[in-house]
């Protein structure tokens, strides 16, 4: 399956404001891109508005969000639908810091539909750390049936960087690599690795070239290859 299963929407306050769900899955699409995750931070309130826009372009969306654990370790979460992570999102947004965006320095955070109309403005800073560390973010995924994959191992953020091990509890059979960067080979061996674009520009979106085996063409089988079975 040919995929993207990291990349940030218009909520996400890095993410360029262009970066809206039909703006994502139309760029997908013509990329040859067979499915995607949209993954932003702490949050999941795009989601509903990206799987119309999937539908519409005959993309499988795996629904995700990338949360940051107190350790400062950005962590990917993806579920099987787009309810449960709609409400695995509320559940990190409530831990993050009772901090206002501001939106002149951080970028905005906006809900939008299909249409490309601002149905909403998320004004909590969705960047900072949750007070819930590796392990508590972790539970809370698997609790809700959901995978979780520490992201861009290998690059800020990413476990190898801040922690510069993998902890024995708990375990991730999947990771995710950033391509051309260095990384200890040794630490991520039998690990199954995810290759993603973490765009936060529509030209970021990754090329089809990133081919994922599954063993079924479905959102089932994505969701069976992220969670390392």
Excluded: W
């Amino acid at each position: 399956m040919l995929v993207d299963l990291h990349m940030h929407s218009c909520l996400s306050p890095c993410a360029e404001d262009d970066m809206t769900p039909a703006n994502i899955c139309g760029m997908a699409y013509i990329k040859g891109l067979q499915a995607i995750a949209v993954t932003d931070h702490n949050t999941a309130r795009n989601l509903p508005y990206v799987k119309e826009a999937a539908d519409h372009y005959g993309l499988i969306l795996l629904p995700g969000m990338e949360i940051t654990t107190k350790e400062e370790v950005h962590l990917l979460g993806y579920f099987r639908d787009v309810e449960t992570a709609v409400e695995v999102g509320e559940i990190f947004s409530e831990h993050l810091p009772k901090m206002k965006n501001k939106p002149d320095f951080f970028g905005n955070q906006l809900v939008m539909n299909t249409d490309d109309e601002v149905v909403a403005v998320e004004d909590r800073l969705l960047i900072g750390a949750t007070d819930l560390d590796l392990a508590e973010c972790t539970a809370i995924i698997r609790e809700h049936g959901g995978a979780a994959v520490p992201a861009h191992v290998n690059r800020g953020h990413g476990l190898l960087v801040n922690l510069g091990l993998f902890p024995d509890d708990p375990e991730f059979p999947v990771v995710e690599v950033t391509p051309g960067l260095p990384v200890n080979e040794k630490l991520i061996a039998g690990k199954r690795r995810l290759r993603s674009s973490d765009a936060h520009r529509l030209g970021d979106i990754l090329e089809a070239v990133n081919d994922l085996p599954t063993e079924r063409f479905s959102l089932g089988g994505l969701f069976d290859a992220v969670m390392g079975l």
